[in-house]
């Protein structure tokens, strides 16, 4: 284990940014912590490297304590969204900087440092641009400059605060595929905040979905997709539809039919029940399924997407439909999720 957040809680002047937070990160990956803005993926990081101290809880590196070290005893290397490069500086400076003012018993020559540089510049594609200032870069070239800076000092930790925010969609992607490249040939154990969920899909091993000062789920991509453990989680990745259900001895029901779908995991009472547009079957003829009227139809990619209102005004659902089908408005289909999970209310 590189990291370990042990029981933390994290206030500012009475405020609870962070409650009971408890997280493993093993050496070598590269996690990616998910949550809409102010649910405390910033607050996480920030005690992770040093620049916050709990309230509560311990903060492991390997086996010892590192919850009052400082960054420099922690040893992590930064990369904001806004980073800020020396304007003063070159390319080639900028990454030699953090090598000059690393505490070290023998502190390195500079043709060490310089050969150190351009080292990393290679390695973060920016080859030939050593002289240049920050000013003659493009946004996605600083931030390249920037990762190289923060693994400049060999750092036991990444640390990586929304590093593509500012930059516009195709760069970002860009520099996604990047900067797993960059993480699979170097290895270092990598934290990497983000509130776009594809991103930390693509990117993570693990994905930790936060919310409101806590944890949601941890898991793979792949865990965090196919099986979200809550309402919020369904709702924050990917696409879903939801219906106010009821769940009687393992039987979902909608207003006053079954809808053919078993719950019994789930006890009985108000519930709510979680699809994707995209897993659903449509059935030509329903004893037990759901059946909803079409409000609105559009063409969306290869296929149709299709608002249906289902037992009542309220409850209104997306669904995807082949694109050739001939729904209209106020036409009726009866469908049935393929893939779909059922929570209790306030469960
Ligand atoms: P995120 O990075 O997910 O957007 P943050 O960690 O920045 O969230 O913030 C989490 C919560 O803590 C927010 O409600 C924010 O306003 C609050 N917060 C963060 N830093 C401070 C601070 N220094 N003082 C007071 N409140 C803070
Ligand atoms: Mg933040």
Redesign the pocket.
């Known amino acids: 284990m590189e990291v370990r957040v042990a029981g933390v809680r994290k206030e500012?002047?009475r405020?609870p940014?962070l409650h009971n937070i408890s997280l493993d990160i093993r050496s070598g990956e590269l996690i990616a912590l998910l949550?809409p803005?102010?649910?405390?993926?910033?607050?996480?990081l920030r005690l992770i490297a040093g620049l916050e101290t709990p309230t509560e809880g311990t903060i492991y590196f390997g086996d010892e304590d590192a919850s009052h070290k400082t960054v420099q005893e922690r040893n992590v290397g930064f990369v904001f969204q806004h980073y800020a490069l020396f304007r003063h500086m070159t390319v080639a400076e900028n990454i030699g900087f953090g090598l000059k003012v690393r505490r070290r018993a023998i502190r390195p020559s500079k043709q060490e440092i310089n050969r150190r540089a351009l080292e990393l510049l290679d390695l973060v594609q920016l080859k030939g641009l050593e002289k240049r200032y920050p000013a003659q870069l493009s946004g996605g070239q600083r931030q390249r400059v920037a990762l190289a800076r923060a693994l400049a000092i060999e750092p036991r930790v990444l640390l990586l605060d929304e590093p593509f925010g500012a930059l516009d969609a195709l760069v970002r992607k860009e520099l996604r595929r990047w900067l797993r490249e960059i993480h699979d040939k170097t290895g270092h154990t990598t934290v990497f905040?983000t509130h776009d969920q594809d991103e930390a899909l693509e990117l993570a091993d693990r994905v930790v979905v936060?919310s409101q000062?806590r944890i949601e789920q941890i898991g793979t991509p792949d865990e965090i997709y196919d099986n979200p453990n809550s309402p919020f989680v369904y709702g924050f990745i990917g696409e879903s539809s939801a219906l106010p259900v009821r769940v009687e001895k393992g039987e979902v029901w909608l207003a006053d039919r079954t809808i053919g779908l078993k719950a019994t995991d789930v006890p009985d009472g108000d519930a709510q029940l979680f699809f994707r547009p995209h897993d659903v079957d449509l059935l030509g003829d329903c004893g037990g399924c759901l059946v909803g009227t079409v409000i609105t139809s559009r063409r969306s990619g290869a296929k149709r997407r299709v608002e249906l209102e289902i037992g009542g005004a309220r409850n209104r659902v997306e669904i995807e439909i082949p694109a050739d089908h001939p729904a209209t408005d106020k036409s009726r289909l009866a469908f049935r999720p393929r893939y779909w999970k059922v929570f209790a209310k306030n469960g």
């Open positions: 500012f002047s405020f940014a949550g803005s102010g649910s405390g993926k910033t607050t996480l905040v936060m000062g």
